[in-house]
């Protein structure tokens, strides 16, 4: 979706690396997430989980060890570019507990873009609600009553590899590249 966004408004496209903190025993259910830097944001629902502060150290750990990872195979192929004075969109396909879009927008915040959106297809309400408070603007195609998870929106959603990232990565920088020496 991103890289569709920055092509159609003429735009560079870059990532914002935050990784979701899962629940003890539901991997798939976001307690909050991290971003490259080691900035949580709990969601407030892993306090009613009972979930403890050693397993949210451990799991940050685990999930830091997957952003660096996945820096160091994204950095060579597109070094990241600074956000500082720019309009920055952060894009996501869906947005369920709302932990990583804010998570991103946070991390994306301190690098002061001189505008800061949101956009995503589809969200819970309750996350929208928190987004935007973070965001100048948020854009969001669907806010259904009922919201169980992302994929129930989707006909096909399956998981991005780190492949593909690369290949957008390598296709947005050869454009840019293209459009800096005319």
Do not use: W
């Amino acid at each position: 979706m991103a890289r569709i966004i920055a092509e159609a408004l003429d735009g560079e496209m870059d990532l914002v690396l935050v990784h979701k903190l899962g629940a003890p025993g539901h991997a798939e259910l976001a307690i909050g997430a991290v971003d490259e830097t080691g900035e949580i944001h709990l969601a407030g629902h892993a306090v009613e989980l009972g979930v403890s502060k050693d397993y949210i150290a451990r799991e940050k750990q685990a999930q830091m060890k997957t952003l660096r990872s996945r820096r160091a195979l994204y950095t060579p192929v597109h070094p990241p570019i600074s956000p500082s004075g720019r309009i920055v969109i952060v894009v996501d396909d869906g947005i369920a507990t709302g932990a990583t879009m804010v998570a991103a927008l946070r991390a994306v915040r301190t690098q002061k873009p001189s505008k800061l959106t949101a956009a995503t297809a589809v969200a819970s309400r309750e996350a929208l609600q928190m987004v935007r408070g973070l965001a100048d603007e948020v854009i969001c195609l669907e806010a259904p009553e009922i919201f169980y998870a992302v994929g129930q929106f989707f006909l096909e959603f399956p998981q991005v590899s780190d492949e593909e990232v690369i290949a957008v990565l390598k296709q947005s920088r050869s454009k840019a590249g293209k459009a800096n020496s005319r």
